[in-house]
Structure formats: structure tokens, C-alpha cells
């Protein structure tokens, strides 16, 4: 009985087993875009859909419009150097007759602005006023600076300097004529001019306060 020679004869090509087939990847690992994984599908990969983060549902404009009238760096000596802090005076207003002004202080520029802006928020008053000027004259003054303010015709558009601007833009005024008097502090340009717009009074409540009739227009 002959044995079969297992053995390959001299010089036949080398048999080479078949490589396995590759296993297959799961759809959800796949995604929309197949094996590459992810793309810009829905699978769990990088190009998952965008989820709304806080900054977007915060980014709803607001009813307040804030201005910043201006910021100051105060700085501390101690042992190890210097140690420098911000003070930011914020005027915050609706445009509709209702203004507030506040200061905040903190070791950074944009939190001063933020307790600045919370502090004016706190103390908001309403103002009276007539279309988009003011009823009456109105003179005030707050330490050295003094803050001169007087109605104008519709088209006039507001004359004043940048910080009594600011406040007079933000509470609603779109015509006025103004005159800065004395000191040129801006908390205390700030403080006249909002003093002098608590001093305004419509013709029908000091009427309605004297116990007073205002009288009609004539008939014909």
C-alpha cells in the first residue's frame, strides 16, 4: 500500500489559508453615513444633533437697554505688589419713561459691569415725559457738576455731551436741548441729569395735586 505524500512537490506555490471575513458593525454604530462611523447622522458619534445649550436660550433680547458711562481701575498696595480692582457706573432704561443708574465694584471689568448693571435694575424710578421730549425746563445740579435740560421740537434729536446723552437715551428721549455746567465727574454729570428728570411734572398732575380743573378747549 503506497502513503500519500502530504507534502507540497519542490517549487508549487505556498497555500495560503482564506482571512476571515470581517465581522459586521452594528447599525447604530454605523450611523447615517455607513461604516465610517458617525458623519453627520444621528448616531451617537460626533454628528449627534446639536442640543441647545444655556448661552442660546439666554441669548432672548431683554426689555432694558444697558450703557456703560464709565469704568475706573482703582489699585491696592500691599505686600506682594499691587492688587487692582474696577468700579463700572451702569444707566439702565425701557425707553418708555423708566431709568435706574448703579455701580458695581469687582476685581474684574465684565463682573463690575454685570453688578453694575443689577444695582441699576434695583433702583429703577419712572420719569415723566411728553412724547419724545421733556414737559418743562428742568435745572439741577449734584456737587460740583450742573446739568441744564429744556424741551426741543420733534427732528431736534438730542443735544447734549456723551454722558448726559446716555442717560437721556436709554429713559426714552429722543429731543432735548441740554447745557453740562461746573464739574465734568461723570457720576456726577450722570447724577445731576437724573436728578433733573425727577424734577419733571405733567401739566395734569400738578392740576390733579392743587385740587385744580384744567379747562377744555373752547367750542365753536
Keep these: 500500500m503506497s502513503e500519500t505524500n502530504s507534502n507540497p512537490p519542490a517549487g508549487a506555490p505556498e497555500q495560503v489559508p482564506a482571512a476571515a471575513a470581517p465581522a459586521p458593525v452594528p447599525a447604530e454604530q454605523r450611523g447615517e453615513r455607513g461604516e465610517r462611523g458617525g458623519g453627520r447622522g444621528r448616531g451617537p ?17 431683554s ?5 456703560v458711562i464709565y469704568i475706573n481701575r482703582s489699585a491696592k498696595v500691599v505686600k506682594g505688589g499691587r492688587r487692582f480692582s474696577f468700579s463700572a457706573l451702569v444707566v439702565t432704561g425701557d425707553r418708555k419713561g423708566r431709568i435706574g443708574i448703579g ?16 444695582a441699576s435694575k434695583q433702583n429703577m424710578m419712572s420719569v415723566s415725559l411728553t412724547g419724545a421730549t ?3 425746563d428742568a435745572y439741577c445740579a449734584f456737587d460740583g457738576a450742573k446739568v441744564l435740560l429744556r424741551p426741543a421740537s420733534p427732528g431736534t434729536g438730542i443735544i447734549a455731551g456723551k454722558t448726559v446723552r446716555a442717560v ?3 429713559v426714552g428721549i429722543k429731543d432735548v436741548l441740554s ?3 461746573g464739574s465734568k465727574n461723570a457720576a456726577n454729570v450722570a447724577k445731576a441729569t437724573l436728578a433733573a428728570l425727577q424734577s419733571l411734572r405733567l401739566r395734569e398732575d ?8 384744567l379747562a377744555g378747549p373752547k367750542a365753536a
Design 63 to 67: 426689555e432694558f437697554t444697558e450703557k
Design 134 to 136: 421733556i414737559p418743562h
Design 45 to 61: 458619534g460626533r454628528g449627534g444633533p446639536r442640543r441647545r445649550t444655556d448661552s442660546d436660550q439666554s441669548s432672548e433680547p
Design 179 to 181: 447745557k453740562s455746567l
Design 206 to 213: 400738578v392740576a390733579k395735586r392743587r385740587g385744580v380743573e
Design 103 to 118: 455701580l458695581g465694584k469687582a476685581a474684574e471689568v465684565s463682573d463690575a459691569i454685570k453688578k453694575g448693571g443689577e
Design 168 to 170: 437721556l437715551e436709554t
